[in-house]
């Protein structure tokens, strides 16, 4: 069972003063039996009461607001954690998908999960679902097809998009990062009519060489009918076992985003974003990202994940 020490400092810069800086955060281990939290640690400039409460996917989230006039919020987390999973994932591979109708039956969330957004390129992905649907049914091989196919198409490429990039552009370009391929993912199962949701956390296979190893990262849940929640990275094209660790779950990247928020002032902003991770056997993988974020309005959202800060 690996353990894991991450940090993850979020940095906002300002060019002149701002106040009433209020923020969302959801940096909390995601609560599930495949998670042991020995230790979070969370340092905010300030130090403001953060009120606690679980959104409508069931992640932990913080709400803050930082009053007093400043040029910099800091948010500094520390975690320890112990994934408890095993590191070889037995997969059900036999359940079909006329099995999918009795087990997501009338639950409102896992209907949301099932309904794909609405896009100009929609016949494109119902081209490529056909593509995904193996011929012996099986849930999960569709799944994995799926992945397959978004890791073989489209290439890694870091900075050419953002938090705003929709579906149709990242089809359009074939490329992007972690993100990205978990929104393609997203929609071309949900067109299969298979219950799918976003996770972001962070990926921490050291030695592997893996995409976004030891940074925020972004992957997929499917669900498979007698099995449940399976986890896919299609960014490394593989099942998740016990070297990811989950920070929230939701429709969509906006459902999980580790910080956003808003502030009043007219200034520009500058992001950075750190996150190391210490191994049992002393190694340490650090990233940095830096990101301009200029407004010109009073209020400005500050989405976490930037271009720079995506893997």
């Not at 397959?148 to 490329?175: C, H, M, P």
Request: proline share 5%; charged share 20%.
């Amino acid at each position: 069972m690996p353990l894991f020490k991450i940090q993850h400092i979020t940095t906002y810069e300002y060019d002149r003063l701002i106040q009433e800086s209020v923020n969302e955060i959801k940096i909390f281990p995601f609560l599930s039996p495949e998670q042991e939290i020995l230790q979070h640690e969370l340092v905010i400039t300030g130090n403001p009461d953060v009120q606690i409460f679980f959104d409508y996917w069931g992640n932990k989230t913080g709400i803050f607001n930082l009053l007093p006039p400043h040029q910099e919020l800091a948010i500094n987390s520390r975690l320890m954690v112990r994934t408890t999973g095993s590191d070889d994932l037995r997969i059900n591979f036999v359940s079909v998908f006329n099995e999918l109708p009795g087990e997501v039956g009338g639950h409102l969330k896992m209907l949301e999960l099932s309904r794909p957004d609405y896009i100009k390129s929609q016949a494109q992905i119902r081209e490529i679902a056909q593509w995904m649907h193996p011929a012996d049914d099986s849930v999960a091989i569709a799944i994995k097809n799926c992945s397959d196919y978004i890791f073989r198409e489209f290439s890694y490429i870091s900075g050419i998009t953002n938090v705003e990039t929709t579906i149709d552009e990242i089809l359009e370009q074939k490329a992007g990062v972690c993100q990205d391929f978990a929104h393609i993912m997203l929609q071309i199962l949900r067109t299969l009519k298979i219950p799918s949701r976003y996770v972001s956390g962070y990926i921490c296979p050291h030695k592997s060489g893996l995409r976004g190893e030891g940074a925020t990262h972004a992957w997929v849940e499917a669900w498979v009918p007698r099995f449940g929640w399976a986890g896919i990275d299609p960014t490394n094209n593989v099942w998740v076992t016990n070297t990811h660790v989950k920070l929230a779950t939701g429709r969509d990247f906006a459902d999980c985003s580790p910080v956003k928020g808003a502030f009043k002032g007219p200034a520009n902003q500058h992001l950075t974003v750190f996150v190391s991770v210490d191994y049992e056997d002393g190694q340490v993988i650090e990233e940095l990202n830096k990101v301009d974020m200029k407004r010109e309005n009073t209020a400005v959202d500050s989405p976490h994940f930037s271009p720079a800060a995506q893997q």
